[in-house]
């Protein structure tokens, strides 16, 4: 597969950095990201990894705009409050870059859907906005053997994580073992929150799967990276991997999907 | 005195305050203190049988205490640690 003209010049600051040149662009064009929630952190993430010219875009999401998504939801405008957020997303990805192809799928992801939506990617993009999903992902990407850039906010506060626990890297259960009960930890879209944070975080996002795609730099896959937008603090720790993680440690329990994913929604 | 780092979850309990200062010589210590400063902070850490809970972690500098030695992670002066509970939303 050789460049157009057209496309040479739309990545012409890509292909003059020795790190990616063409043959990185080319890896990019033909690399398959998924992205799981067209909101908050899905919005930047998807503009970037479009205007980058990553060749397979999938957008999962089940809901509607609202007018209240707008804040932070860059994918989407005021003339859009009404139509699917996937629809809406793919049509401003297009504008940007019609070079790329653009999947879209208007419901939410399910222990049931999952794996034939991981089957078709390469990389995964978790913008969610619950527990479930988060665990369900991160479960779902060990088991077919996905990178998962996993990024999260709330109020003044992101945090982001690469989930490689099929190549032996923790997975985001040995960070987090279980999901909270109901009450104790906020999860849901009423908890206010910064809207460029979710540019911030959504960004890092993008800048985390395009490295591991072009397989350069350091990557998060054992660390996790804590953003304070307040103090204006980035913070690094460790992630080990555990040993006793249900999931990727030496004696798991959790072996399949079919396990309860249900959280109620906490605030 | 240990600089501990407090989420925005459990800021209301500080009165909004993400950086406290508390005494002790380990993670235990600090925390009992603290809660003694900022009553409630010990509950939302910890389970009913006093493990911290599987969604919070604690950290001492840049280590997570679940693989040092868990609440009994000694402190020295100048170290700082942090606590980050899961956080979920992205929509
Ligand atoms: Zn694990």
Redesign the interface.
């Given at each position: 597969m050789s460049f157009t003209d057209a496309q040479i010049q739309r990545y012409s600051r890509h292909i003059i950095l020795p790190e990616v040149g063409g043959k990185g662009q080319q890896k990019l064009s033909r690399a398959k990201a998924l992205i799981i929630?067209a909101?908050?952190?899905?919005s930047p993430a998807g503009l970037y990894l479009a205007a980058t010219g990553v060749g397979t875009l999938g957008l999962v999401?089940g809901?509607v705009v609202d007018l209240s998504?707008l804040q932070r939801?860059i994918l989407h405008t005021t003339a859009s409050v009404g139509a699917s957020k996937v629809e809406s997303g793919r049509r401003m990805l297009a504008a940007l870059n019609p070079e790329i192809t653009i999947k879209t799928y208007q419901e939410n992801i399910t222990a049931a859907n999952i794996l034939m939506f991981l089957a078709e990617y390469d990389i995964i993009l978790?913008?969610?906005?619950?527990?479930s999903t988060?665990f369900l992902l991160n479960d779902a990407c060990y088991f077919a053997k996905r990178t998962l850039i996993s990024?999260?906010?709330?109020?003044?506060?992101?945090?982001l994580a690469t989930i490689k626990a099929h190549e032996g890297y923790p997975c985001y259960r040995c960070?987090?073992?279980?999901?909270?009960p109901a009450g104790?930890?906020?999860?849901c879209?009423e908890?206010g929150?910064l809207g460029v944070l979710?540019g911030t975080i959504g960004v890092l996002q993008a800048a985390e799967a395009i490295k591991e795609i072009l397989g350069i730099g350091e990557t998060l896959a054992d660390r996790?990276l804590?953003y304070?937008a307040?103090?204006m603090k980035f913070?690094?720790?460790?992630?080990?991997k555990?040993p006793r993680c249900h999931l990727c440690g030496t004696h798991p329990t959790i072996t399949d999907l079919s396990g309860d994913y249900t959280v109620s929604c906490a605030l | 005195m240990i600089k501990v780092r407090i989420p925005t979850p459990l800021r209301p309990l500080t009165r909004g305050q993400g950086e406290v200062e508390a005494k002790g010589a380990s993670v235990a210590e600090v925390i009992a203190n603290l809660d003694s400063i900022h009553p409630g902070l010990k509950q939302r850490l910890y389970d009913e049988t006093g493990e911290l809970r599987r969604f919070v972690n604690i950290y001492v500098n840049e280590e997570d205490i679940r693989f040092l030695k868990g609440k009994e992670t000694a402190l020295k002066e100048g170290d700082e640690v942090s606590i980050v509970p899961a956080i979920a939303g992205g929509r």
């Open positions: 929630g909101g908050g952190l899905g999401d809901d998504n939801q978790d913008g969610s906005d619950n527990f988060r990024g999260s906010i709330f109020r003044f506060e992101g945090q960070l987090y073992p279980e999901p909270p104790l930890v906020p999860n879209q908890a929150v979710a996790l804590i304070d307040l103090e913070r690094k720790v460790t992630r080990p555990d | -």
